[in-house]
């Protein structure tokens, strides 16, 4: 699965929850991988690649963890060193994604010449993912 990035975006916080989603996406759906806990480095490296500025790994460890009792979103939950992405509702619709990021026709992942965009992901998480008894 290959990352096609047509533009980054500015919001560190919302790069750390669209790499979480890219990478959950890419364990459900293409690899039918349940396991979809995942180090903060490999969401840290994601992130920085969809974002503009540095993405530093409190913002994974701390201030996106719904966890860590002083966090600013709810994006995240911790299982030891490891995070996950947290599902629509589990916070009780808190924080826990962030508002749009990108137009919902920007094409984030190419996938054997299928284009997935924005749009998709964030239909995705909301309807499939959500539903998930993590």
Same mark, same amino acid.
């Given at each position: ?84 992405? /947290?599902?629509?509702? %589990?916070?009780? *619709?808190? !924080?826990?994604?962030?508002?749009? =990021?990108? #137009?919902?026709? /920007?094409?984030?992942? %190419?996938?054997? *010449?299928? !284009?997935?965009?924005?749009?998709? =992901?964030? #239909? ?11």
């Amino acid at each position: 699965m290959k990352v096609i990035l047509t533009r980054k975006t500015d919001n560190v916080f919302g790069a750390v929850w669209l790499a979480t989603l890219v990478l959950t996406y890419k364990e459900l759906v293409f690899r039918k991988n349940e396991n979809i806990y995942f180090k903060q480095v490999d969401i840290q490296k994601l992130a920085q690649e969809l974002c503009s500025k540095k993405v530093q790994s409190a913002r994974i460890s701390q201030w996106c963890n719904g966890d860590y009792h002083e966090n600013n979103y709810n994006y995240l939950r911790a299982l030891g060193s490891k995070r996950r992405l /947290t599902t629509a509702g %589990e916070f009780n *619709g808190k !924080k826990e994604y962030p508002d749009r =990021l990108f #137009e919902p026709g /920007t094409v984030i992942l %190419e996938i054997g *010449g299928n !284009k997935i965009t924005y749009g998709d =992901l964030v #239909e995705w998480y909301r309807g499939t993912y959500s539903k998930i008894d993590n």
